[in-house]
Nanobody, 126 residues
Framework: VQLQASGGGLVQAGGSLRLSCAAS????????MGWFRQTPGKEREFVGN????????YYADSVKGRFTISRDNAKNTLYLQMNSLKPEDTAVYYC????????????????????WGQGTQVTVSS
């Protein structure tokens, strides 16, 4: 399994960005795909995830209502639409994948994901 995140950049507060995660190596039915973020000196933080087969999503409280996770089965691509961005959203964003032995609510810890993309930097200026 290979994951390639892209779409990061510099945006003003209140703006939007869409991150993509191109997945390859297998089909992802039965997998959980997640987004995490990390700032220097801090642990990686759960942003949200999606149960690939059924499209059920879970979000961290800090992004609920502003961020939306989706996937395109035909393109094997995961998306993170980020709206109303805040300076505290500044981080390196990572996509991750793991076979879904449990529901998405279980997969909110980075230790529960086996496959990781390389990360993409998002910077939100005030």
């Amino acid at each position: 399994v290979q994951l390639q995140a892209s779409g990061g950049g510099l945006v003003q507060a209140g703006g939007s960005l869409r991150l993509s995660c191109a997945a390859s190596g297998r089909t992802f039915n039965g997998y959980i795909m997640g987004w995490f973020r990390q700032t220097p000196g801090k642990e990686r933080e759960f942003v949200g995830n999606i149960e690939w087969s059924v499209g059920i999503t879970y979000y961290a409280d800090s992004v609920k209502g502003r961020f939306t996770i989706s996937r395109d089965n035909a393109k094997n691509t995961l998306y993170l639409q980020m709206n109303s961005l805040k300076p505290e959203d500044t981080a390196v964003y990572y996509c991750a994948a793991n076979y879904a032995f449990n529901s998405g609510s279980y997969y909110q810890d980075d230790a529960r994901f086996h496959y990781w993309g390389q990360g993409t930097q998002v910077t939100v200026s005030s």
